[in-house]
């Protein structure tokens, strides 16, 4: 929770540049500024939206897992087999 706590308010999804100003134009500038609103504050200055903030400021998410859902990128990681086959390569990489 101190993680959101800490983040500023334009870290969060969903709160752009408009909104941010508007935040940051009410005393809102990190998520532990957030979380010190009600809901019926937040909900009169930003309407429906304003349920979505004073969930995420609380880490609440109710949204479904998706576990089985179509991948839309695949990463490949090489470096680590290379520093494994040639020891010269882990020598150079921790500075050795």
């Not at 998520?31 to 909900?43: F, M, N, P, Q, V």
């Not at 490949?76 to 020598?91: D, G, I, K, M, Y």
Request: net charge positive; hydrophobic share 40%; glycine share 8%.
């Amino acid at each position: 929770m101190a993680f959101v706590e800490q983040l500023p308010i334009e870290k969060f999804h969903g709160i752009g540049e408009v909104t941010a100003a508007k935040m940051h134009s009410l005393g809102i500038h990190s998520g532990a500024d957030l979380k010190r609103r009600l809901l019926l504050e937040l909900t009169h200055h930003f309407g429906k939206a304003g349920h979505y903030y004073y969930k995420i400021a609380r880490a609440e998410d109710d949204r479904p897992v998706e576990a089985n859902r179509v991948r839309k990128s695949i990463g490949a990681e090489t470096s680590f087999a290379l520093l494994l086959q040639c020891p010269n390569h882990w020598n150079s990489a921790r500075g050795n």
